[in-house]
């Protein structure tokens, strides 16, 4: 069974840094392209970040353009998402998301997200 | 950016019966579209994609239909574990810029 499993969530202060991984099994992790999603407290879904199969290309929301990155390292099967400058508009649940082969762009796994507070 | 515009923001539907779910975009998405379903402390559910095409293991009473601007999630026969909230999603865009509709949130009548 395909399994994401997202750590690295806790409260942090305005203006740190965090980083999220994700964890991947069950599947050719080095196939697929990958995601982030966030959620705001009681708000919608916001697509924060993609990255290419091999780790070649990346694309950002505005929102978290220059303080936002990800990367993956295929051989450990996992996915990161560096955080600096963290803002208390940041503090949501964030997704990792698998995308389809062939139809990019749907997330058809997610895992089961790992919750960022951004408080002092 | 693609705007997603979901009506109503929340649906009060008897069970065994039918509820639409609309989704609008503000520039075509072609059939660039998918359906989430998401239930309180839950990840989203991955529904339908490419407007029409259900996900593995979700039952036909789901359905969705539409092209362009213009979508519909139909939930036939409604049971209580269908109340939960629903996203359109919109992929069409590269480089990606994927954008989510604000939900709406099925209830029970």
């Known amino acids: 069974e395909v399994q994401l499993v997202e750590s690295g969530g806790g409260l942090v202060q305005p203006g740190g840094s965090l980083r999220l991984s994700c964890a991947a099994s069950?599947?050719?992790?080095?196939?697929?392209?990958m995601n982030w999603v966030r959620q705001a407290p009681g708000k919608g879904l916001e697509w924060v970040s993609y990255i290419s199969s091999s780790g070649t290309n990346m694309y950002y929301a505005d929102s978290v353009k220059g303080r936002f990155t990800i990367s993956r390292e295929n051989a450990k099967k996992s996915l990161y998402l560096q955080m600096n400058s963290l803002r208390a508009d940041d503090t949501a649940v964030y997704y990792c998301?698998?995308?389809?082969?062939?139809?990019?762009?749907?997330?058809?796994?997610w895992g089961q997200g790992a919750l960022v507070t951004v408080s002092s | 950016e693609i705007v997603m515009t979901q009506s109503p923001a929340t649906l009060s539907v008897s069970p065994g019966e039918t509820a639409t779910l609309s989704c609008r975009a503000s520039q075509s998405v072609s059939s660039s579209l998918a359906w989430y379903q998401q239930k309180p402390g839950q990840a989203p559910r991955p529904l339908i994609y490419d407007a029409s095409t259900r996900a593995t293991d979700i039952p036909a009473r789901f359905s969705g239909s539409g092209s362009g601007t213009e979508f519909t999630l139909t939930i036939s026969g409604l049971l209580s574990e269908d109340f939960a909230v629903y996203y359109c999603?919109?992929?069409?865009?590269?480089?990606?810029?994927?954008?989510f509709g604000q939900g709406t949130k099925l209830e029970i009548k």
């Open positions: 069950e599947f050719t992790f080095n196939s697929y392209e």
């Open positions: 998301a698998r995308g389809k082969v062939g139809t990019y762009g749907y997330f058809d796994f």
């Open positions: 999603q919109q992929y069409h865009t590269w480089p990606p810029t994927y954008t």
